[in-house]
């Protein structure tokens, strides 16, 4: 079983749909959770933090659930932009450990 | 502003060829890593590093050696360059651990 384990996708959505992502994480001593986005053939750049509290950046909100070992990423209002892969990471001591990514196209 | 950066961009090895990916940051970051994309597989860590004169192994270190001798670069070493080794290699870079890592362009090495 992978450690950190998405959905591949893709999902394909119109503009201006909601979709939302969850990832699931094996390790229960995990101390910190990101959401990355990388664009194809790019490098990854963070997207957002994920706390225990939820937290939102605009389009985007970010949920954690530690007691069933899971994050969700959710988009509102999906722009064309917003095409890219979504990698779910997550922080084991110094180490971190990478999704393999969740595809996302959004189409006019 | 630079950032992190990696060099070369790109590259073709024998089988048996040894080489080096250079990382370098101007952040001042204490913490740099590298990691190997391959399809289906995300990033895996192989290396990294909490500080000068510290590393420590990853997920998949066999086949590489890494030193940190300034804080300012990580090297990647290849000893003996496999087919398997055909990847996307990115450094990262970051304050400490906790912090969100900043990615270089990435290197793209094939084996032959």
């Known amino acids: 079983r992978k450690e950190v384990e998405q959905d591949p996708g893709p999902f394909n959505v119109p503009e201006g749909a909601t979709v939302a992502f969850n990832c699931t994480y094996s390790?229960?001593?995990?101390?910190?959770f990101f959401w990355y986005r990388q664009d194809c053939r790019k490098e990854p750049k963070l997207l957002m933090s994920v706390y225990s509290s939820g937290n939102e950046d605009g389009r985007f909100t970010a949920q954690l659930n530690r007691a069933s070992q899971y994050i969700s990423l959710l988009i509102r209002d999906s722009k064309l932009s917003d095409s890219a892969t979504y990698l779910c990471?997550?922080?084991?001591?110094?180490?971190?450990?990478f999704g393999a990514g969740t595809i996302l196209r959004v189409k006019s | 502003n630079a950032g992190v950066t990696q060099t070369p961009k790109f590259q073709v090895l024998k089988t048996g060829q040894s080489m080096t990916l250079q990382c370098a940051q101007d952040?001042?970051?204490?913490?740099m890593s590298w990691y190997r994309q391959d399809p289906g597989m995300g990033l895996r860590l192989i290396h990294y590093?909490?500080?000068?004169?510290?590393?420590d192994q990853g997920e998949v270190p066999n086949g590489y050696n890494v030193s940190r001798s300034t804080t300012e670069d990580f090297p990647l070493r290849l000893l003996s360059a496999a087919p398997s080794q055909t990847s996307v290699y990115f450094c990262a870079s970051a304050g400490d651990s906790n912090q969100p890592q900043h990615f270089g362009d990435g290197t793209r090495l094939s084996i032959l």
């Open positions: 590093s909490v500080g000068a004169g510290i590393t």
């Open positions: 990471v997550v922080k084991n001591g110094h180490k971190l450990v």
């Open positions: 952040m001042n970051h204490e913490y």
């Open positions: 390790n229960s001593a995990s101390q910190s």
